[in-house]
Nanobody, 118 residues
Framework: QVQLVESGGGLVPPGGSLRLSCAAS????????INWYRQVLGRERELVAS????????NYADSVKGRFTISRVNAKNLVYLQMNSLKLEDTATYYC???????????WGQGTQVTVSL
């Protein structure tokens, strides 16, 4: 049974930090690129960061470069998104996505809410 379970969301003031986690199970983790997306109600889902199975293969949206860091621990099937210097506009539901490097298979988590507010 495939599962992607996000955790770590919450309420934080501007300038604060959060670390999101994504725990994966039920598929061969190292065959998948892992992405973090975010979505605000009424808007399209936005790709925030992605990381391949190879160390150093991380990419970021321009809006989060220098503030967010994506990392993965293949031995534990875990992916993290460290979010620093959070802004009001970072408020969204954050989703973990696994995309196969060998085909079109996609898996999604249920999402975790991040709210940046005074």
């Amino acid at each position: 049974q495939v599962q992607l379970v996000e955790s770590g969301g919450g309420l934080v003031p501007p300038g604060g930090s959060l670390r999101l986690s994504c725990a994966a199970s039920g598929f061969t983790f190292t065959f998948y690129t892992i992405n973090w997306y975010r979505q605000v109600l009424g808007r399209e889902r936005e790709l925030v960061a992605s990381i391949g199975a190879t160390v150093g293969s991380a990419n970021y949206a321009d809006s989060v470069k220098g503030r967010f860091t994506i990392s993965r621990v293949n031995a534990k099937n875990l992916v993290y998104l460290q979010m620093n210097s959070l802004k009001l506009e970072d408020t969204a539901t954050y989703y973990c996505n696994a995309r196969s490097d060998f085909g079109s298979t996609n898996y999604w988590g249920q999402g975790t809410q991040v709210t940046v507010s005074l």
